[in-house]
């Protein structure tokens, strides 16, 4: 199973060639497909704006849902 999720950190992400950009950004759909980010939170911390974040996540096929008011809290801690 380890094996699997290196293959699956070396795929390359169409987006980013610095690996640590990479890297954020796995971590910040992360944490946005576990609802512990909301969506304006995560292209904060990537840099981008609300609406390029959706085309890139959307390119990949990444299928997004918004915080409800419970997750909110949990975001605040970021």
């Known amino acids: 199973m380890q094996e699997q999720n290196r ?3 070396d795929l390359p992400i169409p987006f980013f060639r610095d690996k640590e950009k990479k890297d954020l950004f796995l ?3 992360g944490a946005l497909s576990l609802r512990l980010i909301s969506l304006r939170k995560a292209a904060e911390l990537l840099n981008l704006e609300e609406k390029t974040l959706l085309e890139m996540l959307d ?3 990444y299928s997004f849902s918004f915080l409800e008011k419970e997750d909110i809290e949990t975001e605040k801690e970021w």
């Open 27 to 29: 971590t910040v759909v």
């Open 59 to 61: 390119s990949v096929g």
């Open 7 to 9: 293959k699956y950190l």
